[in-house]
């Protein structure tokens, strides 16, 4: 089978159900309304904990961006403190 048949038949298929939903959704006989509310819901609740999952990730990240600046500040301080050592070391030693 090749792929234009095999797309062709997909097509037809996806028509049939099409018509047949309609068919049933028009002479009434399937109620959408609650079932669309269930899944409307179920999926809000799901948005929800998804938020909450990304706004925890979202706070442990600042946490460590937080810390990281904190201990490169420190290596900063730390380097200078001692390249003024050295200058100090090199101007208290005699000259020969």
Do not use: C, H, W
Request: a negative charge; glycine letters at 8%.
């Amino acid at each position: 089978m090749n792929q234009t048949t095999k797309y062709g038949l997909i097509f037809l298929g996806g028509l049939v159900l099409g018509a047949l939903g309609a068919t049933a959704v028009s002479r009434g006989k399937l109620n959408l309304k609650p079932l669309a509310s269930d899944l409307l819901s179920d999926g809000m609740n799901l948005r929800d904990k998804v938020m909450a999952s990304v706004e925890g990730i979202k706070e442990d990240l600042a946490d460590v961006v937080a810390e990281a600046q904190v201990k490169a500040q420190e290596r900063k301080e730390a380097k200078e403190v001692a390249e003024a050592t050295v200058v100090v070391a090199k101007e208290s030693t005699p000259a020969s």
